[in-house]
């Protein structure tokens, strides 16, 4: 699943989830009311008792203290939850679709419908997000002659996904011929949707490197990151050719 793919989704939860507080409680606690009378428990809420609150000398002793029912209170912590629910959807959405959209131009919609120029532009404008892995000029190249190929050899232009210009490309064998629009759009294709995944991986560190390998070198310790990992993968390996070819290179030649 893409960012842009994951933000309206997102987006859709949160419609549910903002329908869900306007009438939501009502229907819940109607619904708890009638599991409690199902299973014999008493579903009316305890009557509040306010405390006596002490009073300097002088002051008036009427009581001008302001209650809330057990149901209402429960009514404003479930809001308050919701309501933070809600903010931290909102923020994952806006954070996804802002990474969505710098590099939405690189899908059969935006190829076809924007001008060369402007789809220059957009490539700039990534180019400056990743010097490291794009370069600026050869992307502002590759995307105007990128666009003119694309209506040229793929039938439903409009409907093609970042995911279908990427098999374009190695298809007809043009990844050379475009570098930067090939490494872009794994990027694009490559950004996590969440962070669980990064999160795990965190986890195996800490597992492989303890107290007791606190030598290790960086790339054993990526080596071995990346097989704990990927076990699933690891375990459907052959060795028997691997193991073939590091003897045939490391073997020592007897002389007799």
């Known amino acids: 699943m893409t960012t842009?793919?994951?933000?309206?989704h997102i987006a859709g939860l949160f419609s549910a989830i903002q329908e869900i507080r306007e009438d939501g409680f009502e229907k819940s606690t109607a619904d708890a009311k009638a599991t409690?009378?199902?299973?014999?428990?008493?579903?009316?809420?305890?009557?509040?008792?306010?405390?006596?609150?002490?009073?300097?000398?002088?002051?008036?002793?009427?009581?001008d203290a302001r209650t809330f029912s057990k149901k209402d209170t429960l009514r404003i912590a479930v809001l308050a939850a919701v309501d933070r629910i809600l903010a931290d959807?909102?923020?994952?959405?806006?954070?996804?679709?802002e990474?969505?959209?710098?590099?939405?131009?690189?899908?059969g919609k935006l190829l076809e419908k924007l001008s060369a120029s402007e789809l220059e532009e957009c490539a700039k404008e990534l180019?400056?997000?990743y010097p490291s892995d794009l370069n600026s000029e050869e992307f502002e190249s590759e995307i105007a002659s990128f666009k003119h190929q694309v209506l040229a050899l793929i039938d439903d232009v409009a409907t093609a996904t970042p995911l279908d210009l990427l098999n374009f490309l190695?298809?007809?064998?043009?990844?050379?011929?475009y570098p930067?629009?090939?490494?872009?759009?794994?990027?694009?294709?490559?950004?996590?949707?969440t962070v669980a995944s990064c999160e795990r991986s965190f986890s195996k560190l800490k597992l492989i490197k303890s107290y007791l390998r606190s030598?290790?070198?960086?790339?054993?310790?990526?080596?071995?990151?990346?097989?704990?990992i990927e076990h699933a993968f690891a375990k459907n390996v052959n060795f028997d050719a691997i193991i073939d070819s590091f003897a045939a290179r490391k073997a020592r030649k007897v002389l007799l």
Do not use: C, W
């Open 4 to 8: 842009g793919e994951a933000a309206s």
């Open 36 to 63: 409690a009378d199902t299973i014999g428990v008493s579903s009316e809420f305890t009557p509040t008792t306010g405390r006596a609150r002490k009073r300097m000398p002088g002051e008036l002793a009427e009581d």
């Open 89 to 97: 959807i909102s923020k994952i959405s806006s954070e996804l679709r």
């Open 99 to 107: 990474i969505s959209l710098e590099f939405e131009f690189l899908s």
């Open 127 to 129: 180019s400056a997000k």
């Open 170 to 177: 190695h298809r007809r064998e043009l990844e050379d011929v």
């Open 180 to 193: 930067n629009i090939e490494i872009a759009i794994r990027i694009y294709l490559s950004l996590p949707v």
């Open 215 to 228: 030598a290790m070198g960086q790339e054993r310790l990526s080596n071995l990151a990346i097989l704990s």
